[in-house]
């Protein structure tokens, strides 16, 4: 489950049977995982690749949210809301995040999508960001951004704050020990996209505070240009940096 722009985070989409899984949407998860998996492996970065052993995600059986949450408890605290295939607005997912909760979907994408899904489905969310979650480290900058969601006062700030979160978990680049490697979820689990914003031509950029606040995200299209963290520390100072710049800090 994601969090858009307002425009978009305010529509709210049912979407299918929750759980109620064919051997095709096995299959479906299956294709993903490991055709996904081959493609990370060379450019995902660090807390990624650590991540995902721990997540132990069964690549040939779709992934039983209730298990999948006890093993992320058990590891750092957090919690799996279920989203109920629809979309959350901005504040009811940065609510989730506060409470160290991470909002899933039960929905796959059909057989012609394995490219591109313009509706995030549990493959983005359990391969692409759940590895995060398994270190409480990374947990608490995620809460973080949840925290001081909470605390703006403005619609503007609300906007800035999720476009922080957005060019960073969902879609951003980091660098490692001199190498562009990629932090993203929505990158790391869309075959599509990866290659797309891994090309050469395909600007990225300095990850710039306020020019990101002024990006929109696109969230039913490629992305025309990504962002870079210096490190996953960076984005932590980040909202940081933004908390104390609107006086939001605690
Ligand atoms: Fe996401």
Same mark, same amino acid.
């Given at each position: ?30 294709? #993903? ?65 506060? !409470? ?13 999508? #394995? ?43 609300? #906007? ?45 950029? !300095? ?35 933004? !908390?104390?710049?609107?006086?939001? !800090?605690?």
């Amino acid at each position: 489950m994601d969090v858009y722009d307002n425009d978009v985070a305010t529509q709210r989409h049912a979407r299918g049977t929750a759980g109620n899984y064919s051997e095709e949407d096995h299959e479906t998860w299956h294709k #993903l995982c490991v055709r996904q998996s081959e493609l990370v492996a060379p450019v995902a970065c660090h807390a990624f690749k650590v991540g995902l052993p721990k997540l132990g995600l069964d690549f040939k059986r779709l992934p039983d949210r209730e298990i999948m949450e006890r093993r992320i408890y058990g590891l750092s605290g957090w919690r799996l809301a279920d989203a109920q295939n629809e979309y959350l607005g901005p504040t009811e997912w940065f609510e989730h995040i506060a !409470a160290k909760r991470f909002p899933v979907t039960d929905y796959i994408r059909r057989p012609h999508e #394995l490219d591109f899904t313009p509706l995030p489905d549990l493959f983005h969310e359990y391969f692409g960001h759940l590895a995060f979650f398994t270190d409480p480290a990374f947990g608490e900058i995620a809460q973080r951004y949840g925290t001081v969601y909470l605390q703006a006062r403005t619609e503007a700030q609300q #906007l800035a704050i999720a476009r922080l979160w957005w060019f960073g978990i969902e879609f951003g680049f980091v660098r490692e020990q001199g190498e562009l490697k990629v932090i993203g979820a929505g990158l790391l689990s869309s075959p599509g996209e990866l290659q797309h914003a891994l090309r050469d031509e395909t600007p990225k950029y !300095a990850f710039d505070i306020n020019r990101v606040a002024a990006t929109p995200s696109a969230a039913y299209s490629y992305h025309d240009h990504y962002f870079i963290l210096d490190s996953v520390q960076h984005w932590r100072e980040i909202i940081d940096s933004y !908390a104390r710049q609107e006086g939001l !800090a605690d």
